[in-house]
């Protein structure tokens, strides 16, 4: 998917989560828009605004069709004047009821939302927002023990300097309140990051365990410019990873190498963000087939393919 696919203003369309849902596949995706890329590099503007939109497919692959206008819009009024916009959404379902994972960007802080969505896509309702800085949850399908499990990217910038942000663990009665919390993977436990990891899609339920992707971030400064931006040398690549079918706190293993990393040239050399690889949906057909759908360069919507068998060899 591609910025000119969109039947409303696009700059961007990136960072999507997608689900199986009541006969479609309902993709929920992130749009920034406001600006082109001559405008960017040579009057430096800023993106006007952010918007999370719905589209909807038979197959999860193409034909997908947009509904007219998006969910969510950082122009719309709100009644909060803390908020300035929502981003990166990921979807998940939990008995039949569709929930938002939502980054969220306030005036005092990042924080992470949790919503429900109407039956009709059309509304959501805030559950539960965290405190800052805090980015890039994702809900379990379903509750384990008892309670709703989230994994959450915290951002300690006095305790763990140089960006070093790791993947945590909280647990829930409600979807409201959350704590229990604990650290599931450090970013040194990943051998090719020297920068953050967080989660991404919701995990996928298998026989051996909850399969789970995770962002993962390396700089190195001798890459120089890559992208529309003047100064962007990191790259983003998918991590995956197995954790334990009754307590997902616990790490059964870590593939040590990246599962996608950017190699495309929609992936490579164009776009505003080159180099960067961000999955929001992960889903589990019956065939055993994996669909892996990720934001390129943070420009377009892509869509990865794995056997499930294949994946879970490589977590030995
Ligand atoms: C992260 C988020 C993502 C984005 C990524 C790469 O910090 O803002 O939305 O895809 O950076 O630019």
């Known amino acids: 998917m591609t910025p000119n696919d969109l039947p409303y203003p696009c700059s961007l369309v990136f960072n999507a989560g997608v689900v199986k849902h009541r006969g479609e596949y309902v993709m929920i995706f992130r749009n920034d828009y406001g600006t082109d890329q001559a405008q960017y590099e040579t009057e430096n503007k800023k993106f006007t605004g952010t918007s999370i939109g719905v589209a909807r497919s038979k197959n999860g692959i ?24 929502h981003y ?15 980054a969220t960007d306030t005036r005092h802080g990042l924080c992470g939302t949790i919503a429900a969505l109407s039956d009709d896509l059309t509304s959501y309702r ?8 805090n980015r890039n949850m994702v809900l379990f399908p379903e509750k384990i023990g008892g309670e709703f499990i989230r994994l959450e990217r915290p951002m300690p910038v006095y305790s763990r300097h140089n960006e070093r942000f790791d993947i945590w663990l909280s647990r829930s009665p409600d979807l409201i309140y959350w704590g229990r919390s604990e650290l599931l993977l450090g970013t040194e436990r990943v051998p090719w990051v020297n920068d953050k ?32 931006e003047p100064t962007w040398k990191k790259r983003y690549t998918a991590g995956l990873m197995l954790l334990d079918l009754n307590d997902p706190s616990k ?30 949906g992960m889903l589990l057909e019956e065939s055993g087939e994996v669909k892996i759908y990720y934001g390129a360069s943070d420009t377009c919507v892509c869509l990865a393919t794995a056997e499930l068998d294949d994946l879970l060899n490589l977590l030995k």
């Open 88 to 102: 990166d959404p990921r979807v998940i379902k939990i008995e039949d009821r569709l929930y938002l994972c939502l």
């Open 62 to 85: 193409d034909g997908w069709v947009f509904d007219p206008k998006p969910l969510i819009d950082s122009s719309d009024p709100s009644d909060d004047p803390e908020l300035r916009r």
């Open 251 to 280: 790490v059964l293993a870590v593939y040590d190498k990246p599962l996608i990393a950017p190699e495309l040239p929609a992936e490579t050399d164009e776009g505003f963000r080159q180099n960067v690889i961000f999955p929001c």
């Open 197 to 228: 990891i967080g989660p991404t899609a919701s995990p996928i339920k298998t026989e051996r365990g909850w399969l789970t992707l995770f962002h993962a971030v390396d700089r190195d400064d001798a890459r120089g410019k890559n992208g529309w």
């Open 126 to 133: 805030v559950i539960s927002r965290s405190v800052p800085d």
